[in-house]
Protein backbone atom coordinates (compact mmCIF):
# COMPACT_ATOMS: atom_id res chain seq x y z
CA UNK A 1 0.00 0.00 0.00
CA UNK A 2 1.21 3.43 -0.85
CA UNK A 3 -0.11 6.85 0.85
CA UNK A 4 0.48 7.87 -2.88
CA UNK A 5 -2.85 6.55 -4.11
CA UNK A 6 -4.94 9.72 -2.72
CA UNK A 7 -7.95 11.47 -4.09
CA UNK A 8 -8.53 15.05 -2.71
CA UNK A 9 -12.02 16.53 -2.86
CA UNK A 10 -12.95 20.05 -2.53
CA UNK A 11 -16.13 19.51 -0.48
CA UNK A 12 -17.81 16.34 -0.24
CA UNK A 13 -20.88 15.54 2.73
CA UNK A 14 -19.11 11.94 3.60
CA UNK A 15 -16.12 10.46 2.57
CA UNK A 16 -17.05 7.12 3.61
CA UNK A 17 -20.22 7.72 1.28
CA UNK A 18 -18.02 8.98 -1.51
CA UNK A 19 -15.27 6.23 -1.53
CA UNK A 20 -18.00 3.65 -0.89
CA UNK A 21 -19.34 4.94 -4.35
CA UNK A 22 -16.53 5.17 -6.09
CA UNK A 23 -14.91 1.39 -5.42
CA UNK A 24 -18.50 0.36 -6.27
CA UNK A 25 -17.51 1.71 -9.87
CA UNK A 26 -14.15 0.42 -10.67
CA UNK A 27 -11.44 -1.68 -8.63
CA UNK A 28 -9.18 0.56 -6.61
CA UNK A 29 -5.67 -0.19 -4.85
CA UNK A 30 -5.49 -1.21 -1.26
CA UNK A 31 -4.79 2.36 0.94
CA UNK A 32 -6.33 4.44 -1.59
CA UNK A 33 -7.51 7.38 -0.11
CA UNK A 34 -10.18 9.94 -0.06
CA UNK A 35 -9.27 13.22 1.95
CA UNK A 36 -12.05 16.73 1.73
CA UNK A 37 -11.26 19.95 3.66
CA UNK A 38 -14.48 21.01 3.98
CA UNK A 39 -17.03 17.41 4.88
CA UNK A 40 -20.80 18.61 5.56
CA UNK A 41 -22.26 15.94 7.11
CA UNK A 42 -19.24 13.23 8.59
CA UNK A 43 -21.37 10.82 9.98
CA UNK A 44 -20.13 8.79 13.12
CA UNK A 45 -20.87 5.61 14.83
CA UNK A 46 -24.77 5.04 15.05
CA UNK A 47 -26.51 8.63 14.46
CA UNK A 48 -23.71 10.63 15.62
CA UNK A 49 -21.76 13.70 13.28
CA UNK A 50 -18.28 14.39 13.00
CA UNK A 51 -18.16 18.12 13.21
CA UNK A 52 -15.00 20.05 11.39
CA UNK A 53 -14.27 23.34 10.48
CA UNK A 54 -13.13 23.08 6.73
CA UNK A 55 -9.20 23.62 6.04
CA UNK A 56 -8.96 22.72 9.70
CA UNK A 57 -8.57 18.74 10.28
CA UNK A 58 -8.38 16.09 8.76
CA UNK A 59 -10.99 14.28 7.64
CA UNK A 60 -10.73 11.49 5.09
CA UNK A 61 -11.22 7.50 4.47
CA UNK A 62 -8.71 4.76 3.07
CA UNK A 63 -9.81 1.68 1.43
CA UNK A 64 -8.58 -1.89 2.72
CA UNK A 65 -8.86 -5.43 1.67
CA UNK A 66 -8.65 -7.68 4.49
CA UNK A 67 -10.11 -11.07 2.89
CA UNK A 68 -7.99 -12.94 5.28
CA UNK A 69 -9.77 -11.75 8.56
CA UNK A 70 -12.74 -13.70 8.97
CA UNK A 71 -16.12 -12.02 9.04
CA UNK A 72 -16.54 -13.18 13.29
CA UNK A 73 -13.54 -11.56 13.85
CA UNK A 74 -14.09 -8.28 12.23
CA UNK A 75 -13.62 -6.42 15.31
CA UNK A 76 -9.85 -6.77 15.45
CA UNK A 77 -9.72 -4.05 12.14
CA UNK A 78 -11.06 -1.64 14.80
CA UNK A 79 -8.47 -2.44 16.72
CA UNK A 80 -5.94 -1.90 14.63
CA UNK A 81 -7.07 0.43 13.11
CA UNK A 82 -7.50 2.44 16.92
CA UNK A 83 -3.94 1.87 17.71
CA UNK A 84 -2.21 3.34 14.03
CA UNK A 85 -4.39 6.46 15.11
CA UNK A 86 -3.09 6.47 18.75
CA UNK A 87 0.27 5.72 17.95
CA UNK A 88 -0.02 8.88 15.91
CA UNK A 89 -1.40 10.84 18.21
CA UNK A 90 1.69 10.15 20.65
CA UNK A 91 3.98 11.59 18.38
CA UNK A 92 2.80 15.02 19.64
CA UNK A 93 0.78 14.73 22.76
CA UNK A 94 0.78 12.26 25.68
CA UNK A 95 -2.07 10.79 27.92
CA UNK A 96 -3.40 9.18 24.68
CA UNK A 97 -5.99 6.00 25.23
CA UNK A 98 -8.53 4.64 23.30
CA UNK A 99 -12.23 4.73 24.33
CA UNK A 100 -14.17 1.41 23.37
CA UNK A 101 -14.79 0.72 20.77
CA UNK A 102 -12.46 3.20 18.39
CA UNK A 103 -12.63 6.76 19.97
CA UNK A 104 -9.02 8.43 20.68
CA UNK A 105 -9.12 10.01 23.59
CA UNK A 106 -6.19 13.09 24.85
CA UNK A 107 -6.83 13.25 28.39
CA UNK A 108 -10.67 13.07 29.43
CA UNK A 109 -11.19 15.08 25.38
CA UNK A 110 -11.96 13.18 22.41
CA UNK A 111 -9.43 14.01 19.36
CA UNK A 112 -10.29 11.63 17.08
CA UNK A 113 -13.48 9.42 15.82
CA UNK A 114 -13.86 6.26 13.78
CA UNK A 115 -16.53 4.90 11.64
CA UNK A 116 -15.43 1.41 9.65
CA UNK A 117 -17.73 0.05 7.55
CA UNK A 118 -17.35 -3.16 6.09
CA UNK A 119 -18.80 -5.63 3.40
CA UNK A 120 -19.13 -9.08 3.87
CA UNK A 121 -18.51 -12.31 1.27
CA UNK A 122 -19.57 -15.21 2.94
CA UNK A 123 -17.45 -15.94 5.55
CA UNK A 124 -15.05 -13.05 5.09
CA UNK A 125 -14.59 -9.20 4.40
CA UNK A 126 -14.41 -8.52 1.32
CA UNK A 127 -14.07 -4.17 1.41
CA UNK A 128 -13.58 -1.96 4.37
CA UNK A 129 -14.22 1.55 4.39
CA UNK A 130 -12.00 3.20 7.39
CA UNK A 131 -13.61 6.93 7.88
CA UNK A 132 -11.13 9.33 10.16
CA UNK A 133 -11.82 12.34 11.66
CA UNK A 134 -8.65 13.78 13.42
CA UNK A 135 -8.60 17.03 14.79
CA UNK A 136 -5.58 19.50 14.53
CA UNK A 137 -6.21 22.64 14.31
CA UNK A 138 -9.50 23.49 15.20
CA UNK A 139 -9.69 25.72 18.29
CA UNK A 140 -13.66 26.65 18.68
CA UNK A 141 -16.17 23.72 18.37
CA UNK A 142 -19.90 24.81 18.19
CA UNK A 143 -21.67 21.32 18.37
CA UNK A 144 -23.32 20.28 21.10
CA UNK A 145 -20.45 17.22 21.69
CA UNK A 146 -19.64 17.14 24.81
CA UNK A 147 -15.45 17.33 24.92
CA UNK A 148 -13.94 17.54 21.85
CA UNK A 149 -9.78 18.91 21.84
CA UNK A 150 -7.42 19.69 19.04
CA UNK A 151 -3.97 18.98 18.63
CA UNK A 152 -3.33 22.75 18.52
CA UNK A 153 -5.18 23.42 21.78
CA UNK A 154 -3.38 20.68 23.14
CA UNK A 155 0.55 21.86 21.98
CA UNK A 156 -0.67 25.66 21.23
CA UNK A 157 1.04 24.29 17.57
CA UNK A 158 -0.50 24.82 14.20
CA UNK A 159 0.18 21.96 12.11
CA UNK A 160 0.45 21.25 7.83
CA UNK A 161 -2.34 18.79 7.12
CA UNK A 162 -0.59 17.35 4.39
CA UNK A 163 1.87 16.49 6.28
CA UNK A 164 -0.05 15.25 9.28
CA UNK A 165 -1.89 12.85 7.07
CA UNK A 166 1.01 11.43 5.85
CA UNK A 167 2.47 10.50 8.95
CA UNK A 168 -1.18 9.06 10.35
CA UNK A 169 -1.48 7.27 7.12
CA UNK A 170 2.05 5.67 7.62
CA UNK A 171 0.96 4.72 11.13
CA UNK A 172 -2.28 2.95 9.64
CA UNK A 173 -0.66 0.74 7.07
CA UNK A 174 2.15 -0.33 10.17
CA UNK A 175 -0.64 -1.49 11.83
CA UNK A 176 -2.50 -2.72 9.15
CA UNK A 177 0.66 -4.83 8.39
CA UNK A 178 0.58 -6.25 11.94
CA UNK A 179 -2.69 -7.67 11.31
CA UNK A 180 -1.80 -8.99 8.10
CA UNK A 181 0.81 -10.84 9.44
CA UNK A 182 -1.36 -12.12 11.79
CA UNK A 183 0.39 -11.09 15.32
CA UNK A 184 -2.98 -10.90 16.91
CA UNK A 185 -1.87 -11.28 20.40
CA UNK A 186 0.43 -7.93 19.88
CA UNK A 187 -2.09 -5.73 18.73
CA UNK A 188 -4.96 -7.16 21.41
CA UNK A 189 -2.39 -6.16 23.92
CA UNK A 190 -1.28 -3.14 23.08
CA UNK A 191 -4.93 -2.35 22.65
CA UNK A 192 -5.92 -3.52 26.11
CA UNK A 193 -2.92 -1.16 27.52
CA UNK A 194 -4.33 1.52 25.81
CA UNK A 195 -8.12 1.14 26.34
CA UNK A 196 -9.66 4.40 28.54
CA UNK A 197 -9.84 3.84 32.11
CA UNK A 198 -9.23 0.55 31.95
CA UNK A 199 -8.26 -1.23 35.36
CA UNK A 200 -10.12 1.86 37.82
CA UNK A 201 -13.31 1.58 39.14
CA UNK A 202 -15.61 4.52 37.19
CA UNK A 203 -19.19 5.41 36.57
CA UNK A 204 -21.30 3.20 33.86
CA UNK A 205 -24.95 3.79 32.52
CA UNK A 206 -26.37 1.00 31.14
CA UNK A 207 -30.55 -0.35 30.85
CA UNK A 208 -30.57 -1.19 34.28
CA UNK A 209 -29.17 2.69 35.66
CA UNK A 210 -25.89 3.81 36.82
CA UNK A 211 -23.26 1.70 38.08
CA UNK A 212 -19.58 1.32 39.17
CA UNK A 213 -17.64 -0.76 37.20
CA UNK A 214 -13.84 -1.31 36.36
CA UNK A 215 -13.09 -2.39 32.01
CA UNK A 216 -11.77 -5.75 32.00
CA UNK A 217 -11.15 -6.43 28.35
CA UNK A 218 -12.89 -6.42 25.18
CA UNK A 219 -13.27 -9.69 23.88
CA UNK A 220 -12.48 -10.81 20.36
CA UNK A 221 -15.86 -9.63 18.62
CA UNK A 222 -15.97 -6.55 20.40
CA UNK A 223 -17.87 -7.04 23.87
CA UNK A 224 -16.76 -4.84 26.57
CA UNK A 225 -16.38 -6.46 29.61
CA UNK A 226 -17.14 -4.82 32.76
CA UNK A 227 -16.75 -6.01 36.09
CA UNK A 228 -19.03 -4.58 38.69
CA UNK A 229 -18.41 -4.16 42.52
CA UNK A 230 -19.78 -7.47 43.68
CA UNK A 231 -17.39 -9.29 41.53
CA UNK A 232 -19.60 -10.15 38.60
CA UNK A 233 -19.24 -9.64 35.01
CA UNK A 234 -21.46 -7.58 32.26
CA UNK A 235 -20.78 -7.97 29.02
CA UNK A 236 -22.20 -5.26 26.73
CA UNK A 237 -22.17 -4.87 22.78
CA UNK A 238 -22.17 -1.14 21.10
CA UNK A 239 -24.56 1.48 22.64
CA UNK A 240 -25.30 -1.14 25.27
CA UNK A 241 -23.69 0.69 27.90
CA UNK A 242 -22.46 4.63 28.28
CA UNK A 243 -19.65 5.93 30.31
CA UNK A 244 -20.53 8.51 33.01
CA UNK A 245 -18.57 11.81 33.97
Known sequence: MEA????????????????????????????????????????????????????CNLTFSTLFYPSFIN?????????????GISD??????GEITIKWPNDIYAGSSKISGTLIENILEGNTIKQTVVGIGFNVNQTLFLSDAPNPVSLKQLTNQHY?????LEKLLYCLFVRYKQLRENDIPGIEETYHHRLYQRGIFALYRDSGGIFKGIIR?????????????????????????????
Open 71 to 83: AGDQFLISKAIAL
Open 88 to 93: FALKFT
Open 217 to 245: KVLKNGTLEIEREDGTSSFYGFKEVGFVK
Open 4 to 55: SNLLNVESTASTNTFLTRLAGEKKLPEGFTVITRNQSAGRGQGQNRWESEPG
Open 160 to 164: PLDEM
